[in-house]
T-cell receptor, first 111, second 112 residues
Framework: QKEVEQNSGPLSVPEGAIASLNCTYSDRGSQSFFWYRQYSGKSPELIMFIYSNGDKEDGRFTAQLNKASQYVSLLIRDSQPSDSATYLCAVNPPDRNQFYFGTGTSLTVIP | DTAVSQTPKYLVTQMGNDKSIKCEQNLGHDTMYWYKQDSKKFLKIMFSYNNKELIINETVPNRFSPKSPDKAHLNLHINSLELGDSAVYFC???????????FGQGTRLTVV
């Protein structure tokens, strides 16, 4: 079982819609969860992190964490064409000293 | 002012050659990493250094050797390059092992 799993997509949403990206993880003791955005040909950039159960909002982005079900999600409200990218989920399991990344979900926002 | 910078950005070389990729961070972070991203976008850690000490050495061929002269630099040397080494290599840094990592711009290595 992979440490982090994501649906690779591609996910297409119309401009203005809500894009929902999901990630599950295997180590129940994980404490730190991150979402990175990667444009084609560029490096990953951090957009959200969450440590506690529940929702965390930052502008149009909301990260949701459910430790009991071992999933973390990212919602993008009012999606824009500039949001088209690959979104990578990362988890930092305890005692592993490293991040594990999912394979990423490709998002396309259609104008 | 670039936070994590790596050079070169592109590297095309022949099989069997030896090459190095350099990385420097000016964030004052104590932990640096090398990640490899394959053609399917899977990002996998190769090495991690904390204050110049190797703390993670994932299963990579021993043709890959990291070197950290100080905590702001982490270089990657690759011997006897193979076709399968073609990928994008990212250097990254963080303050502590649980903090978010900042990535460099990547080095696209193509072995022909």
């Amino acid at each position: 079982q992979k440490e982090v799993e994501q649906n690779s997509g591609p996910l297409s949403v119309p401009e203005g819609a809500i894009a929902s990206l999901n990630c599950t993880y295997s180590d129940r003791g994980s404490q730190s969860f991150f979402w990175y955005r990667q444009y084609s040909g560029k490096s990953p950039e951090l957009i959200m992190f969450i440590y506690s159960n529940g929702d965390k909002e930052d502008g149009r982005f909301t990260a949701q964490l459910n430790k009991a079900s071992q999933y973390v999600s990212l919602l993008i409200r009012d999606s824009q064409p500039s949001d088209s990218a690959t979104y990578l989920c990362a988890v930092n399991p305890p005692d592993r000293n490293q991040f594990y990344f999912g394979t990423g979900t490709s998002l396309t926002v259609i104008p | 002012d670039t936070a994590v910078s790596q050079t070169p950005k592109y590297l095309v070389t022949q099989m069997g050659n030896d090459k190095s990729i350099k990385c420097e961070q000016n964030l004052g972070h104590d932990t640096m990493y090398w990640y490899k991203q394959d053609s399917k976008k899977f990002l996998k850690i190769m090495f991690s250094y904390n204050n110049k000490e190797l703390i993670i050495n994932e299963t990579v061929p021993n043709r890959f050797s990291p070197k950290s002269p100080d905590k702001a630099h982490l270089n990657l040397h690759i011997n006897s390059l193979e076709l399968g080494d073609s990928a994008v290599y990212f250097c990254a840094s963080s303050q502590g092992r649980a903090a978010p990592v900042n990535f460099g711009q990547g080095t696209r290595l193509t072995v022909v």
